[in-house]
Nanobody, 120 residues
């Protein structure tokens, strides 16, 4: 079965950094674009950014994190990462990874999500 498992979340002070990992299994990882999403309390889920299946081209869609967040992947480890620097309280959210086979922002598989809390 396909599984996406996020790790690396938790509580961090404003200005600090976290790196989230999403480990994939049960799928041919190099066939999938990967996305990172987040959902803050009282807000809709938003697409933070994506990384392409093989070339690893990244796009950040959330304007407020541009220059602070970076997406990468290690195909040998079937893992995608979200490096979050200079964290702000408004970054507090549940972060989820997702896999997109057709590479059209139509996501086939989702992780359970992981909490990131940024304190003032």
């Amino acid at each position: 079965q396909v599984q996406l498992v996020e790790s690396g979340g938790g509580l961090v002070q404003a200005g600090g950094s976290l790196r989230l990992s999403c480990a994939a299994s049960g799928l041919t990882f190099t066939k999938y674009n990967m996305g990172w999403f987040r959902q803050a309390p009282g807000k809709e889920r938003e697409l933070v950014g994506t990384i392409t299946a093989w070339s690893g081209r990244t796009t950040i869609y959330t304007d407020s994190v541009k220059g602070r967040f970076t997406i990468s992947r290690d195909n040998a480890k079937n893992t995608v990462y979200l490096q979050m620097n200079s964290l702000k309280p408004e970054d507090t959210a549940v972060y989820s990874c997702a896999a997109d086979l057709l590479r059209l922002h139509e996501y086939d598989y989702w992780g359970q999500g992981i909490q990131v809390t940024v304190s003032s």
